[in-house]
């Protein structure tokens, strides 16, 4: 049974940081496809950032130059490294997990079968 752990969240100023963290258990490693979403209240939840298996990442418009996804799979977590926040980025943030063949990992909500319960991040002006 897949399970996906958030962590990190929180409440920062504008133009701070934050990193968040997933941690995953019961998780297959091959032709993996990990990312991050996020929902603002009244909002429809949305792709942030992902990483596949040959460690190409795709980001939303949105915050690109701004946030970096990795993965240690020795450790085997997902990480989210959040700078500039702006306070339109304030959302609970997911992690999500799936498996696809490299070239097919998007930030697509259809693409993911594993989700955790999501980390708050409010960003104040």
């Known amino acids: 049974q897949v399970q996906l752990v958030e962590s990190g969240g929180g409440s920062v100023q504008a133009r701070g940081s934050l990193r968040l963290s997933c941690a995953a258990s019961g998780y297959t490693y091959s032709h993996y496809c990990m990312g991050w979403f996020r929902q603002a209240p009244g909002k429809e939840r949305e792709g942030v950032a992902v990483i596949a298996g040959d460690e190409r990442t795709t980001y939303a418009d949105a915050v690109k130059g701004r946030f970096t996804v990795s993965i240690d799979i020795a450790k085997k977590t997902l990480y989210l490294q959040m700078n500039s926040l702006k306070p339109e980025d304030t959302a609970m943030y997911f992690c999500?997990?799936?498996?696809?063949?490299?070239?097919?990992?998007?930030?697509?909500?259809?693409?993911?079968?594993?989700w955790g319960q999501g980390t708050q991040v409010t960003v104040s002006s």
């Open positions: 999500a997990a799936d498996r696809r063949l490299p070239g097919y990992c998007f930030p697509v909500l259809s693409n993911f079968a594993y």
